[in-house]
């Protein structure tokens, strides 16, 4: 099992658990019918990444980055059990245009996703990032790692499931980082060049003031992602 793989999972635990998964119905494939970006995530959308300009993509770029890691500790009856079956019921809702989407319940079909998309020929890669929420500037030697890939984020749940997909005119890019009190680290980020089917109302185009389908946009990764590209 490929280390960046069994990080994600639950410490003692070395495959995904599909029936917890079920138990809110979800299906082991996704849903083709496109339909614009969900009204959650533009509610939401700080979940989903720290945005910017394709334009800042250069070394000495300065921004405030908050890279959470999920947890598997869910309680009961709790607000965050309430907000991890929104999650899980997020996974039934159909991709939109130049989207390919699946909850993985089983590492088998993880792997089957990202191959399917990929080629068999893969690498995985994740955030080498640990540190809290500080003002970091873009270094040098940022370089572009894939042109297609597929990027599964770990979702709030008990059990190792994920959330992956895939999208169209999207490159991924490990940018080196240094923060404020002079630590280092490299992080993902993917930019996209098509934002034309995002929900008018994401946060992506409040934050940088911006209409969909005008200029591409980019998002640093959370540390909850694996990001599987090919070799």
């Known amino acids: 099992m490929p280390k960046a793989v069994k990080d994600h999972l639950q410490p003692g635990v070395t495959s995904f658990n599909a029936s917890a998964a079920r138990c809110f119905g979800i299906h082991n494939q996704f849903n083709k019918i496109p339909q614009p970006f969900h009204a959650k995530q533009a509610q939401d959308g700080l979940n989903i990444g720290n945005f910017f300009l394709q334009t800042d993509l250069h070394p000495g770029t300065k921004m405030m980055l908050q890279l959470p890691q999920s947890t598997n500790e869910v309680k009961e009856k709790s607000a965050e059990a309430e907000l991890m079956k929104k999650e899980i ?50 270094g040098v030697r940022m370089k572009k790692v894939a042109d297609k890939s597929v990027v599964c984020h770990k979702m709030n749940y008990p059990y190792a499931v994920f959330y992956c997909h895939t999208f169209a005119k999207t490159r991924t890019y490990m940018i080196p980082l240094v923060g404020a009190d002079g630590s280092k680290a490299k992080a993902m980020a993917a930019c996209h060049s098509d934002t034309s089917a995002w929900h008018p109302q994401h946060v992506a185009f409040q934050v940088l003031k911006i209409k969909p389908g005008t200029v591409p946009i980019c998002h640093f990764l959370h540390n909850n992602a694996m990001v599987w590209i090919p070799k």
């Open 89 to 138: 019921e997020d996974c039934e809702e159909p991709a939109m245009d130049g989207e390919s989407r699946f909850c993985a319940t089983s590492l088998e079909s993880l792997i089957d996703f990202s191959t399917s998309k990929l080629g068999r020929n893969v690498n995985v890669l994740t955030n080498e990032v640990r540190m809290g929420s500080q003002e970091f500037e873009f």
